[in-house]
């Protein structure tokens, strides 16, 4: 059967997305028509709890979001900024890994680390430090009264170790301690930890990157590793309850390269450095939906993007695919007309992919 990106999307694959009927129903009305495939993946990751926070988003909405020490709106960047004096800003993430870590503990921890690093430098900000706050089952019984299966201490050492390694195997590989953390360990927490990780990194206040593209015609360019199909949904999965068939989840886990993020983050603050950066953002959950879409809403443009031109491990990659890929180590930017070179050479220089593939648009509208 031959793939049809544009084949009309079905309320049965909605729900299989994790979309309700009235959500689908919702996306009729917006598009004045049944979405496609496509647009119905897109639809499905960006409306998730992980991306939307629809559940929860009357709660945040309650709690302060602007001070004078804000240099921006809580949750208006990619991480918080607190202005420290003398020109200085500290750059705060937390992220929370906790479907991909009870999966696949060492990559799902790992990665966390891996995204939140992505998100301080992409401000211009360089890391200083990885901290975590972690939960687990009980590692043995306690009380043989209440003793669970034998099986599940068994799996909650074997999450234990893995969170533990992935943490600090990426932090030591990338070049950052992991400087504090803390621990608690109680069965209400066996088979779904909670993998809380932190960074925190420090920038010139006059030199803070944005999320926000703008600049008609301006270039947007895709830096970083290649997009494979690990990832896949992952924005999804961590909005799902986990269930007995985690184990089939394994496919939406990334997996992380921190030498490639070691190589990204200095490239990327190197082109901080130059007046040539309009925007960029991380391609973190929902990969290139999420990056092309919110640097869109963000300055009030639209974008076009060719999805020939990203740079793919795996040549039968569908549209859908290559626009929720959650491959690590990659970002998405927006560079100024006639300093396109001035993106490539650096990119090149530190051995990493920076291929234009598309432009800003004053309409608001995404084209992929």
Request: with cysteine; charged share 25%; proline share 4%.
């Amino acid at each position: 059967m031959i793939y049809n990106p544009l084949r009309p999307g079905t309320l049965e694959e909605a729900r299989a997305q994790g979309l309700s009927a009235d959500e689908f129903r919702r996306i009729r009305d917006i598009l004045n028509r049944t979405p496609n495939v496509t647009e119905l993946a897109i639809f499905a990751v960006m409306w998730s709890e992980h991306c939307s926070y629809k559940n929860s988003i009357l709660e945040l909405k309650t709690l302060p979001r602007s001070s004078p020490q804000l240099l921006a709106s809580a949750g208006e960047e990619n991480a918080g900024l607190v202005d420290i004096g003398d020109g200085w800003a500290v750059a705060f993430k937390i992220e929370s890994h906790n479907h991909p870590s009870a999966v696949e503990p060492f990559q799902g921890a790992a990665t966390g680390v891996g995204g939140i690093l992505r998100d301080i430098f992409t401000m211009g900000a360089r890391p200083l430090v990885v901290l975590d706050s972690l939960r687990f089952g009980e590692l043995k019984a306690l009380d043989e009264k209440k003793a669970l299966p034998v099986e599940t201490y068994a799996r909650t050492r074997y999450l234990f170790d893995g969170v533990v390694r992935g943490i600090a195997h990426y932090g030591n590989c990338f070049g950052v301690p992991t400087a504090a953390g803390e621990v608690q360990f109680d069965d209400t927490y066996a088979g779904n930890p909670i993998v809380n990780v932190m960074a925190v990194g420090i920038v010139r206040a006059d030199r803070i990157c944005r999320a926000k593209a703008k600049g008609l015609g301006n270039p947007v360019f895709y830096v970083g590793s290649r997009t494979g199909r690990d990832g896949i949904h992952g924005a999804t999965f961590a909005s799902e309850e986990l269930s007995a068939d985690n184990e089939e989840k394994r496919p939406a886990v990334q997996v992380g390269d921190p030498f490639a993020e070691k190589l990204l983050l200095e490239a990327t603050l190197e082109l901080a450095q130059t007046d040539a950066l309009v925007a960029i953002q991380d391609m973190g959950a929902a990969g290139l939906t999420c990056s092309s879409s919110e640097m869109s809403a963000g300055g009030a443009v639209g974008m076009d993007i060719d999805l020939d031109k990203v740079p793919l491990r795996e040549a039968d990659m569908e549209a859908w695919e290559i626009m929720l890929s959650e491959s690590q180590e990659r970002m998405l930017l927006v560079a100024k007309q006639g300093e396109e070179e001035t993106v490539k050479n650096i990119f090149e220089k530190w051995d990493l992919q920076a291929v234009e593939i598309g432009q800003v648009t004053a309409d608001r509208l995404l084209r992929v």
